[in-house]
């Protein structure tokens, strides 16, 4: 079996066909749980850099370095990006 779910009864009825099937399924958390890790850090990343533009927009607004409606035009699509 290429993929755990081509897995069968009878692809486990000897040690050797069953320790294929297992093999198959440790690769294939394996592949799963590191594709995982990559996402939760993509999306890490892209929180912390929402944090950093929002806290750079509002640094700008401060030293009147940028117009209030300049901020909040620049804030609006921050906002709309789901956590």
Do not use: F
């Amino acid at each position: 079996p290429r993929y755990v779910g081509d897995i069968r009864s009878p692809q486990l009825s000897t040690p050797k066909k069953a320790k294929r099937a297992l093999d198959v399924a440790k690769r294939t958390i394996q592949r799963l749980r590191k594709k995982i890790k990559m996402l939760q850090q993509d999306q890490r990343r892209l929180i912390a850099r929402i944090t950093t533009m929002e806290g750079l927009i509002k640094h700008l607004k401060n030293k009147s370095l940028l117009s209030e409606v300049t901020a909040e035009n620049l804030m609006v699509p921050l906002h709309h990006v789901p956590t």
